[in-house]
């Protein structure tokens, strides 16, 4: 238990907390003072749309969050309470800020939710289903939009640069998009399905000469398949739907932030292509090697949505929605976790006693 305690701690050491706020904010200022046009801030009317945009942004950090909560409840059958909600989800964002992108804290997420009194099987079968939900609704909502887009006008057109290398994001955002799908699918397949034969299947593959470097991590996988179709078997239909609901209010509130903070600034905000953008724009931060995508995030921004801002301001508007949307889980995650560790331990104590 304490060895555990102390990797949590080493996990949130004061490095990694600052490492992240430092790139980020390094690449997002010298954006802003790179391209920022001070004529062009002070066009901008502080109103009272432009505040009642600003507010609503807000309400969608909100509502993102409150909505993981009710998940997580869900996943919990209620065993956890309202406070525990909060604290758990705010750690989770705030590890998940700390490790790359393609990593998440998921590893993290299982300790704490372990140490709320939800079996190690449930805590491991939770965050599989949060991971297949979450790419679940990418997966639905894609298509939906790209259609009412229009294809052609959602993707950057030609190669970008980045660091020196060539991208071309129409297909890097194909390849990207089929590899969830088939993610999903082999998850999904595994969870509700066939849970045993989806092991013997990953461990036969990770057996082969070149892939047995990661057998171990197959395995591992495979069990916490099993676990999970175990764990959420008697569940009818009708749970899924309502999960899925949870998860679509969560994610549409995330996409929905940036949509406010253009609005706010401009007056003809093409709100599906906007959307549309961001969808493309998540599969390259999905696959981002800093911490919680810090860096690039603030670098594709302006590339993917700076012809709905006026000239000048979008590198001002990527450090505002990342103020929104990152930063705040490192600070709220830096007081909570504190709180939570004196709160677990005092639990602890008391069941020993």
Same mark, same amino acid.
């Given at each position: 238990m304490n060895s555990n305690f102390g990797k949590i701690q080493s996990f949130f050491s004061a490095k990694r907390i600052i490492i992240p706020i430092l790139i980020g904010l390094s690449v997002a200022l010298f954006f802003v003072f790179k391209d920022f046009d001070i004529e062009v801030f002070k066009a901008i009317r502080f109103n009272f749309s432009f505040w009642t945009w600003i507010f609503l942004a807000l309400v969608f950090v909100a509502i993102r969050d409150f909505a993981y909560m009710v998940r997580l409840r869900m996943l919990t059958d209620k065993k956890i309470g309202w406070l525990q909600s909060f604290q758990v989800i705010m750690l989770w964002e705030f590890a998940s800020s700390l490790t790359?992108? @393609? @990593?998440?804290?998921?590893?993290?997420a299982m300790f704490i939710i372990n140490q709320e009194n939800i *079996? $190690?099987?449930? *805590?491991?079968?939770? @965050?599989m289903i949060t991971a297949i939900f979450d790419e679940l609704f990418y997966i639905v909502t894609v298509p939906v939009f790209l259609l009412m887009a229009g294809f052609s006008n959602v993707f950057v057109k030609g190669s970008l640069s980045f660091i020196g290398m060539q991208m071309n994001v129409g297909l890097l955002f194909l390849v990207g998009y089929f590899f969830i799908v088939l993610l999903v699918l082999i998850l999904s397949y595994g969870v509700f399905f066939r849970p045993y034969q989806m092991r013997y299947i $990953?461990? *036969? =593959? &990770? *057996?082969?000469g070149f892939l047995k470097r990661w057998k171990f991590k197959a395995t591992r996988t495979g069990n916490e398949i099993i676990i999970a179709s175990r764990e959420y078997k008697d569940k009818t239909i009708f749970y899924w739907l309502k999960l899925f609901g949870i998860t679509f209010a969560s994610w549409t509130s995330? &996409?929905? @932030? +940036?949509?406010? =903070?253009?609005?706010? +600034?401009s007056s003809n905000t093409d709100h599906i292509l906007v959307f549309a953008r961001q969808l493309v724009m998540w599969v390259i931060l999905l696959i981002s090697p800093t911490p919680g995508g810090t860096g690039i995030a603030e670098f594709f921004f302006p590339v993917f949505l700076k012809e709905f801002i006026p000239v000048g301001l979008a590198p001002a508007l990527a450090l505002l929605w990342r103020a929104f949307s990152y930063?705040?889980?490192?600070f709220?995650? =830096?007081?909570?976790?504190?709180?939570?560790f004196r709160r677990i331990l005092k639990k602890r104590k008391s069941e020993q006693e």
């Open positions: 790359p992108s @393609v @990593v998440g804290g998921s590893a993290i *079996s $190690l099987g449930r *805590s491991t079968a939770i @965050v $990953l461990v *036969s =593959i &990770f *057996s082969i995330r &996409f929905l @932030v +940036v949509n406010c =903070i253009i609005a706010a +600034v930063y705040p889980y490192i709220i995650g =830096i007081i909570v976790l504190p709180i939570w």
